[in-house]
RNA sequence: GGCGGAGUGGCGGAAUCGGCAGACGCGCUGGAUUCAAAAUCCAGUUCUCGCAAGAGAGUGAGGGUUCGAGUCCCUCCUCCGCUACCA
C-alpha cells in the first residue's frame, strides 16, 4: 500500500475533502500555484514600473542557479531554496520589495560529456534538463518571480557575458588608480596618456611615469611594438603559461577545476603543458580581493579559504651569483624566499625541471643523466608527482655563490620545486624546512640550524621561534627582526629586495570545448586580434551537427570545425581598424562554465534590457549600497564560483557599470543533505542496493562478497544509489510537509543525515493544525467565539519567537515553536478564534504557503495570504505576572518558588528561604551566601 | 601536513549573558478506537537503584575557574569538510 492510500482511505469520502492528507494536500498545491501564477502573485516589479512603491525597501535573496543535468533533482538540491524562499517570505510580509529569480546556469562541460556520451545535441539535452528543473522546482511552489527567468545559453544573456568580456578586454589596471590600491580603467585612457606624452614605455614594455630612466616615448615606437605595449596591458590577453591539459576532454582548464592532478569534472588525468590561452589579470585584484572580505557578511571559513587561496606571501627576492653556468642564461639565479632570515643556512639551491637554467645547461652539455630526468619529470603528470612524497632530483653541474657565508652550494634540479610559484627556483635551508630537510637527508646534503630550537626539540626541520644562530650578523635576533635585518643587508647591498608574492595565478578564460560562450575577437591575417563591434553582439554559437572532441595531445578547439562560422571579413565582425573587406577569423575557443555565473545576479535586476546588461536605475535599487542581501549556496563554491564573480564584479565597478565594490553583501552555505552508505574494510562505497542487513539494522553485509561493511554517512549520490527524489515525497506527503521537513532536519548550515521515517512528524503536525483550524465532519471552519488568555497570550510569544528565528535563518527551531502552539491550542476544547486563527495562517504561510492559502480562502479573506501582512505581537504579553522559579542548595535543586515577576531581589530571597523543603534542608547548617537571579533561580550555599 | 567545523538519550536535534540539560520531532512502550489491521488520538519514554515517594549519575576523556559549566580556561581523543611539495 503506498503512502498516499494508507493517508487517505478513511478521509476519502465524496465531494469536499476534510482531513489533511497526501490527495488534498496533491489537489491544493497545484491549484494554487496555478492561481499565484495567473494572478501574478510574486511578480516584482522594477522602479518607474506601474504600481512600484519606491518607499518600501528593497530585499535581494539569491539561490546559486543551478547547473541543470540529466538526472533531476534530489532532496538535497532545494534545502538551501527552501530556506531562502521562507526569509524572502517573510520579508514580503514585513513590508518590502523582495527581488526572489531563479534561472539556470547552462554552459559547460558537464553537459557537453553527456551530450557526447548520449550522441544527443547539448541543446536539446540542456532544454529537457531545464525543463525538468523548472517543474521540479514550480512543485515547490517558491515565490520565485519567473518572468525574470532566463538561462545563461540564451543569446540575449550570453551576449552580455561578450560584452562584459569586451570591457575587462578593452581595460588595463592602472596601480597608480583608487589611492593606490589600484584600478581598472578604459585602455583608451592609456593609449591617450602615452600619445600625450604623461605616459612612457618602460625596458618591460609597462607604461611609467614620463622622464623615468630607461623609458622611451610613446611616438618613439612603430605600430607593432605599441600593439605589443597596450596587449600587454589588457586585463583580458593572450599568454602563453604552463596550463592544465585534459586529453580525454580535449581543454584546458583553470587550476581550480584540477584537483590531485585529475579534472574535477570526470576524474581524467592532466597534464601541463605550454600553451597560448585567454588569461585575466585576476592577480591585479590579490590585494583588493583579500582586502575586501573584512566588509562583507560571509563565513569565516570562506574568508580563510579565499585569502589562503589567493594566499599571499611576503619575503624577498634574492639573487645568488652563479660559476659556471651558461653565459647565455645569464649571472645570476633568482629565488623568492619568505625567509630571508635562513640564508646562512641555504646549502643548496633547487631549480623547478621547467627552469630555464635547466635548458641552457642541457644545451651546453650533453649531460644525459639530467637529459633523462628532466624528460621524465616534465612527463610526470601533477598526479604521479604528488603521490610519492619521495624526493627525487640530480644536480645541475652548477654551483651558486651563497652571498651569506660566500660558499659555493651546487644547484640540483628537482620536481619538488614548482616553475608556476615564485621564479621556480628556490635556496634550500634544510635545517629550517621539512622539504629541504627530506631532500637533503636523501642527497646527503648539508644540513645548518640557524635558528635555536626550543629545548626538547626533536623534530627535523625546526620551523618555531628562537634566536637566529650559525647567522654572523643575525645571530641573536628573533625571526622576525632577522628577517628585517637580513632584507635591509640585501636591499643595501644590492643582492635582493623585499617582495611579495601570490599562490593566485592569472586566471585561464579559455577552453577547447563547443559548449559554452564563443569569444568576441576575431584574428587578422597578421595573427593580430581584435574586439568585433559591440553593435554585433552576441556572437551566436553555431548550431553543430558534429560537436564531438578531437581526443588528442594538441588542443583543436571544436568550434575550429565550423568553418563558414569562422571566416568572416571585418565588416561583418563590426572590427574598427581594418578595411570592411578584411578577412578575419573568428577566435574559436569558448569561455569556460564560470562565465555565466560571474554576473547572472546582475541581469535578474532588469532581465530584459535589449539596451544595457541592466538599466542604471535596476542596478542602484536592486544592487543597493552592499549588494545583494542574502545569498544561499554551497560551500563547493568557496573559491570557484565565488572569486571569479567578485572580480568581474570589481572591474565592472572600477569601470563604472556599477554602483557597489562587492556584489554579495552576506552569504550562507546550507550544510550538504547526506545519506546511508555503505563502506567496505578498505574504506571503498559500496552501493546501498548491494548490501543485505539483519532484522535489527546493525549487521550489513556485501551480497556479493559475504564480507561484512560498515553503515556511514555519506553525500547522495547516483553512483551509491541513495538519493531521493523530490517528486516521490511530494507524491506521498506534499510539498508543504517536505518542505516542513527539510527545515526541520536541523541547523541549515548543518550536515543532516536523510531519514524519511522524520517526515511523519512534520506530516502529522500538519494535520493537527489543519483539525485546529478546520471540522474535519464538515470542512467548515471550526470557529472559537470567545479567546483562551492562555492560547492568546502563547500566539504572542509564537509570532515573537518565529520572526527572530526566521531572520537567523534558525528554521527549525521556529517549526518547533509553531509544533508547541499547536499541541497546545489544539489541546484546548473551545480551539481557536476567527482571528487568532487568521495570524497563525500568516506566521506558518512563509514555511507552508500552500496550506496556509487554502486556510485563508475558506476564512474567506481576500487576495492571498503571501501578501498579507506579517503578524503584530505584543510585547507586553511576552511576560509572565509570576515567575517560577528554581531553588538550589549547595548547587542541587531542592525546590521551586512562585513570586511575581516584578519581585525585588529581597522579596524573592525570603521566599525561598521558606520555600516547601527548604528549611528542612537548611537545618542545622549556616546560610553563607545566597545567590538571586532574577526569573531564573536563587543559590543557596550553606555549610 | 595545514585550515575550518563538530562531539548532548535508541535516532535527528533544543538549551540569549555561565542559571532547572534533553524543547520539538522520530522511534519505542502502554492504552483508546477497530471484527482486525493501517491511520488517528491519549499517556509514558536520559541512565541506574526503587512498588512508590525519592535518591544518585549524566552533554567524547581528564583536569581547572565558579555558589553554579553542555556553555569559559588547559591537556588529550574521535569524527567530518576543505586543502595540500606554494619555498
Redesign the pocket.
Known sequence: ?SADE??T??GAQKGRRRRY?ARLANEIEPKWQERWDAAGTYRQGNPGDAGFDARKPKFYGLDMFPYPSGAGLHVGHPEGYIGTDILCRFKRMTGHNVLHPMGWDAYGLPAEQYAIQTGVHPAITTKTAIDTYRRQLKRFGFCYDWSREFATTDPKYYRWTQWIFLQIYNAWFDPSANDGAGAARPIAELIAACAAGSLEIGPEGEPVAAGTDGARVWSALDADAQREVIDGQRLAYIGEQLVNWCPKLGTVLA??E???GRSERGGFPVHRKPLKQWLFRITKYSDRLIAALDTIDW???TR??QT??I?R?E?ADIDFALNDAPAEFGASLR?????PDTIFGATYM?V?PEHPLVDAVLQASGNDGLREYVGEARNRS?RE??E?????GVPLGVTARNPATEKDVPVWV????????????????PGQ????W?FARTFDLEIVRTVQPEDGFDGNAYLGEGPAMNSGFLDGLNVDDAKRRAIEWLTDSGLGRSRV?Y?LRDWLFSRQRYWGEPFPIVWDEDGHHHAVGETTLPVVLPDMEDFKPVESDEPQPTLAKARDWVVTTAGEAGVSGLPADAPVRRETNTMPGWAGSCWYFLRYCDPNNSERLVSEEAERYWMGEAGIDLYIGG??H??LHLLYARFWHKVLFDLGHVSTPEPFAKLFHQG?ITSWAYQRDDKSLVPIDEVDSDAEGRKHTERATGAAVTR????MSKSLRNVTNPDEIIEGYGADTLRLYEM????LA????W?T??I??????L??AW?LCVDENTGELRVAKKADAEVERLLHRTIAAVG?DIQKL?F??A???M??FV?RA??NESKITADQMNRFARLLSPFVPHFTQELWARANEDGFIAQAAWPEFDEAMLKDDEV???V?V?????G?VTVASAADKATIESAALQADGIPARLEGLTVR?V?V?PG??V?I?AN
Open positions: 500500500m494508507q493517508h482511505q478513511s492528507d587550476n581550480e584540477v584537483i590531485d563565513p569565516s571559513s580563510t579559504q589562503e587561496w594566499g606571501s619575503g629565488v623568492f624566499t619568505t625567509r633547487v623547478a601533477d608527482r604528488q610519492s612524497k619521495k624526493k627525487t628537482a620536481d619538488y620545486v614548482l616553475m608556476g610559484y615564485g621564479h621556480g627556483a628556490i635556496m634550500a635551508v624546512d621539512q622539504r629541504d627530506d608574492t599562490r560551500s563547493e568557496a573559491v550538504m556511514i554517512m555519506a553525500k526541520y532536519m536541523g541547523p548543518d550536515q543532516k543525515p531519514n521515517d522524520d511523519n512528524g512534520m506530516f502529522r503536525f494535520q493537527r483539525r527572530t534558525a527549525n527551531t517549526i518547533a515553536r509544533i508547541e499541541n489544539g489541546s517560577s522559579m528554581v538550589q549547595n548547587g542541587k535543586v531542592r521551586q551566601k545567590i537571579v531564573r533561580l543559590s550555599v
